[in-house]
């Protein structure tokens, strides 16, 4: 069983930055996975934020981060990070990591159904 576990939450002024960190277990390799951030705000449903394909490299992000935040890997302790940089109040909610299995992790998924396990999220707060 996968298991995905969250740090790295908190409050923050507006144009702050914070550095998710989510960290992969239950594989002896995650090569055939696209991790993936989605965030929730109350309310509102789960959206994409980023993604990367464990294997491949690629990345994509949300048109609303583009340019503030960047997802990156670290294989040796099986961790993806999301930097986020120039945070705006928007930016307020509960960030989930996802783990996406898939043989070509070139295809970066953007729809949380397609998303096999997840964390627990993390709480991130922007004030203004």
């Known amino acids: 069983q996968v298991q995905l576990v969250e740090s790295g939450g908190g409050l923050v002024q507006a144009g702050g930055s914070l550095r998710l960190s989510c960290a992969a277990s239950?594989?002896?390799?995650?090569?055939?996975?696209?991790m993936g951030w989605f965030r929730q705000a109350p309310g509102k449903e789960r959206e994409f934020v980023a993604a990367?394909?464990?294997?491949?490299?690629?990345?994509n992000y949300a048109d609303s981060v583009k340019g503030r935040f960047i997802i990156s890997k670290d294989n040796a302790k099986n961790t993806v990070y999301l930097q986020m940089n120039s945070l705006k109040p928007e930016d307020t909610a509960v960030y989930y990591c996802?783990?996406?299995?898939?043989?070509?992790?070139?295809?970066?998924?953007?729809?949380?159904?397609?998303?096999?396990?997840w964390g627990q999220g993390t709480q991130v707060t922007v004030s203004s």
């Open positions: 996802g783990a996406d299995f898939r043989a070509n992790t070139r295809v970066i998924v953007t729809t949380a159904s397609e998303y096999d396990y």
């Open positions: 239950g594989r002896s390799t995650f090569s055939y996975y696209v």
């Open positions: 990367m394909g464990w294997r491949s490299g690629t990345t």
